[in-house]
């Protein structure tokens, strides 16, 4: 007598449960490629960055304090800690060698960074591409030595449309 609404009960459920096991399936894909877009990887202790579909730039703070982002100098890629402190693109000596940046070699000059004054050379760069935005042309200090990973400041990051820090996140649009 309660075997057949039982078996059709059963039915039902195991339909429902492959339509749900469907509507689940087609959702953790669309979540899993929207999120491959605003996701973050950390990788030796930095945080690398992404960009999400409305073109905003997320970078989480690192483990160490500071904020890196992936840019590229006449398309070979760096990897930059954000300084807003720095006045100029600085680019240790290793990484303006990779790049095929010449400084110019007639005149060393001084800057001055939070460890004291360092020589320099300047050197242009015929493109700067950072968090997915052109910014052209751009002036580049190169410090022999210099710092371990290179500067992104403000000569760059005054290009961007905005540049927001909010607790451990900078945004940059």
Not at 11 to 19: D, M, Q, Y
Request: with cysteine; charged share 15%.
């Amino acid at each position: 007598m309660f075997s057949q609404p039982i078996s059709m009960l059963l039915s039902s459920l195991t339909l429902c449960g492959a339509i749900l096991a469907g509507l689940q399936v087609s959702f953790f894909s669309a979540t899993s490629t929207a999120s491959a877009l605003t996701a973050s990887v950390e990788i030796n202790g930095h945080v690398a960055d992404g960009i999400d579909s409305s073109g905003k730039h997320l970078i989480h703070r690192a483990a160490d304090g500071l904020f890196y982002v992936n840019g590229k100098i006449n398309g070979i890629p760096v990897k930059f800690a954000i300084d807003t402190g720095a006045t100029v693109v600085v680019l240790n000596a290793n990484d303006a060698e990779r790049v095929g940046l010449k400084p110019q070699l007639t005149s060393t000059h001084r800057i001055r960074t939070a460890a004291g004054y360092s020589a320099m050379k300047w050197a242009d760069a015929d493109e700067l591409v950072v968090a997915g935005k052109r910014l052209g042309k751009i002036n580049i200090a190169v410090m022999d030595g210099g710092p371990t990973v290179s500067l992104l400041g403000l000569s760059a990051l005054s290009r961007m449309e905005t540049v927001t820090i909010k607790k451990d996140k900078l945004i940059i649009r």
